[in-house]
């Protein structure tokens, strides 16, 4: 999926350059700054942490994220991407400083913006000339004002700057491609100034660029991934009547998602959504509207969908299996989703611990995300790591799959069935054809179908 180096905009837009900073190298910083960099911007990446600054230096990825390793090797041998520990030799070599910092949900579901306030004092101190200072972070709508406030407060040169709310849109194990073909780039300004910096950075990239106001393009973030989340638990919810009524959610899908209003995108029935952004940002969502005076309940609804979903298909594995205590499943899948090694918040690893409480022993297997696993599923020897995804269901009572990764289409199913008690499947992803299934002999039960 993820477009080669070599089909990104590049070279033709490399005449107008701007010297940026991205603070942070996270998963949002890395893959901006590099793309920044690939389409001809001078661009430091500012990191507090030393080590994961030589690593980068050294040519490593802290990451998975296909397509980026190479980029970022290509942009520093062209002398175009460097990294620092340093944030004032960012902020001095730059023109623009990109705010690219985790933002973790507090234990209210509310946003912990201290690492914001914290790199807003740095900044502050480092200027000695007028900045544009961008949040890219997904924050609470007002941040861009407490963002400058502070900015105002500890910048003891008394130089001017403005404050831009320049929201992401990434998706993980897609990155590189949502960041090199944007459908749209959200530019929130409190005054014209900044504009046309904004503007010749993103130029290259060859998308709509929307002028708003601050508060406006804060709130873009929050509602597009409350928006997409809703859908998720919408065909979610369609699912369980599926089933009720013997429908298949993906003919419904499919059917709705011909209407150009409706679009088939995000309309893939599953266990339920996880991962980094949607539990945190509809959480986070809910307690900013909580504290605007408007119960979101609609948003609530959302989440108790996506947690019923993790419930029943629980319980369509007991159902089946009856007992779990010393039975041995197979589990396919441990990342929240297909190309990322990212297991925060991931539904596999929710079900994995499931079924370890009803005493199950489970051979799991990720393409990516199996040493990330280990720091979150238990080390008493109730789950061993298979290298290959052929080999998890031999000896298991049923196979299981958790992630959408596509290359468990290609499972060997003959091999499975082989290995298995009972040919029994559990599908949380519809990755497998419900008749070729039942062709092949498996009691095959999967989502909405
Ligand atoms: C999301 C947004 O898509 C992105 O725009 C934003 O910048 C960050 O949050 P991400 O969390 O990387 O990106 O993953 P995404 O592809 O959106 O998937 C989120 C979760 O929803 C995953 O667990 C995925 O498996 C699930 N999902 C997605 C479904 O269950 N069904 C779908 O149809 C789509």
Same mark, same amino acid.
């Given at each position: 999926?993820?477009?080669?180096?070599?089909?990104?905009?590049?070279?033709?837009?490399?005449?107008?350059?701007?010297?940026?900073?991205?603070?942070?190298?996270?998963?949002?910083?890395?893959?901006?700054?590099?793309?920044?960099?690939?389409?001809?911007?001078?661009?430091?990446?500012?990191?507090?942490?030393?080590?994961?600054?030589?690593?980068?230096?050294?040519?490593?990825?802290?990451?998975?994220?296909?397509?980026?390793?190479?980029?970022?090797?290509?942009?520093?041998?062209?002398?175009?991407?460097?990294?620092?520990?340093?944030?004032?030799?960012?902020?001095?070599?730059?023109?623009?400083?990109?705010?690219?910092?985790?933002?973790?949900?507090?234990?209210?579901?509310?946003?912990?913006?201290?690492?914001?306030?914290?790199?807003?004092?740095?900044?502050?101190?480092?200027?000695?000339?007028?900045?544009?200072?961008?949040?890219?972070?997904?924050?609470?709508?007002?941040?861009?004002?407490?963002? /400058?406030?502070?900015? +105002? @407060?500890?910048?003891? *040169?008394?130089?001017? %700057?403005?404050?831009?709310?320049? =929201?992401?849109? $990434?998706?993980?194990?897609?990155?590189?491609?949502?960041?090199?073909?944007?459908?749209?780039?959200?530019?929130?300004?409190?005054?014209?100034?900044?504009?046309?910096?904004?503007?010749?950075?993103?130029?290259?990239?060859?998308?709509?660029?929307?002028?708003?106001?601050?508060?406006?393009?804060?709130?873009?973030?929050?509602?597009?991934?409350?928006?997409?989340?809703?859908?998720?638990?919408?065909?979610?919810?369609?699912?369980?009547?599926?089933?009720?009524?013997?429908?298949?959610?993906?003919?419904?899908?499919?059917?709705?998602?011909?209407? /150009?209003?409706?679009? +088939? @995108?995000?309309?893939? *029935?599953?266990?339920? %959504?996880?991962?980094?952004?949607? =539990?945190?940002? $509809?959480?986070?969502?809910?307690?900013?509207?909580?504290?605007?005076?408007?119960?979101?309940?609609?948003?609530?609804?959302?989440?108790?969908?996506?947690?019923?979903?993790?419930?029943?298909?629980?319980?369509?594995?007991?159902?089946?299996?009856?007992?779990?205590?010393?039975?041995?499943?197979?589990?396919?899948?441990?990342?929240?989703?297909?190309?990322?090694?990212?297991?925060?918040?991931?539904?596999?690893?929710?079900?994995?611990?499931?079924?370890?409480?009803?005493?199950?022993?489970?051979?799991?297997?990720?393409?990516?995300?199996?040493?990330?696993?280990?720091?979150?599923?238990?080390?008493?020897?109730?789950?061993?790591?298979?290298?290959?995804?052929?080999?998890?269901?031999?000896?298991?009572?049923?196979?299981?799959?958790?992630?959408?990764?596509?290359?468990?289409?290609?499972?060997?199913?003959?091999?499975?069935?082989?290995?298995?008690?009972?040919?029994?499947?559990?599908?949380?992803?519809?990755?497998?054809?419900?008749?070729?299934?039942?062709?092949?002999?498996?009691?095959?039960?999967?989502?909405?179908?």
């Amino acid at each position: 999926m993820t477009r080669s180096a070599r089909s990104h905009p590049t070279a033709d837009h490399r005449a107008s350059t701007m010297k940026i900073a991205i603070i942070g190298t996270g998963y949002v910083g890395l893959v901006t700054g590099t793309c920044f960099a690939e389409v001809g911007h001078e661009v430091t990446c500012v990191d507090n942490d030393v080590r994961k600054v030589e690593m980068l230096r050294a040519g490593g990825i802290p990451i998975y994220e296909p397509g980026l390793e190479e980029l970022v090797k290509q942009n520093v041998a062209a002398g175009r991407l460097r990294f620092t520990a340093s944030t004032a030799e960012g902020v001095e070599q730059s023109q623009v400083i990109f705010i690219a910092v985790p933002t973790p949900p507090l234990p209210d579901g509310g946003v912990d913006l201290s690492f914001i306030e914290k790199v807003a004092r740095e900044v502050a101190a480092a200027m000695t000339d007028y900045k544009i200072i961008v949040d890219k972070s997904t924050v609470p709508v007002k941040t861009g004002e407490k963002v /400058a406030e502070t900015i +105002r @407060r500890y910048c003891k *040169a008394k130089v001017e %700057f403005d404050v831009v709310s320049n =929201p992401e849109f $990434l998706r993980e194990g897609f990155a590189v491609e949502d960041l090199m073909k944007p459908d749209r780039v959200v530019v929130g300004v409190a005054g014209e100034r900044p504009v046309a910096a904004m503007k010749e950075i993103y130029t290259p990239f060859k998308a709509p660029i929307i002028v708003t106001d601050i508060s406006s393009a804060e709130l873009i973030k929050h509602a597009a991934n409350s928006f997409l989340a809703l859908k998720i638990s919408y065909i979610n919810a369609i699912s369980v009547i599926c089933e009720a009524s013997g429908a298949n959610v993906q003919e419904v899908a499919n059917g709705i998602g011909m209407d /150009a209003r409706i679009g +088939r @995108r995000f309309l893939d *029935a599953s266990l339920g %959504f996880g991962g980094s952004c949607f =539990p945190k940002d $509809l959480s986070a969502f809910i307690r900013i509207a909580e504290q605007l005076g408007y119960d979101f309940r609609l948003l609530k609804e959302v989440q108790r969908i996506n947690a019923d979903q993790m419930e029943r298909f629980v319980k369509k594995i007991t159902d089946t299996l009856w007992v779990l205590k010393d039975k041995t499943l197979g589990v396919l899948g441990l990342a929240f989703k297909q190309n990322t090694d990212d297991v925060r918040m991931s539904p596999a690893i929710d079900l994995c611990q499931r079924l370890l409480k009803e005493g199950a022993k489970l051979r799991v297997h990720d393409p990516q995300a199996m040493e990330k696993a280990k720091a979150l599923l238990p080390t008493d020897g109730q789950v061993t790591y298979v290298a290959d995804m052929n080999a998890v269901a031999d000896g298991c009572d049923a196979l299981v799959v958790a992630t959408e990764w596509p290359e468990f289409k290609r499972v060997d199913l003959e091999r499975a069935k082989r290995g298995l008690t009972h040919p029994i499947l559990f599908d949380g992803r519809n990755l497998f054809d419900p008749a070729e299934m039942a062709r092949l002999g498996f009691i095959y039960k999967s989502i909405g179908r």
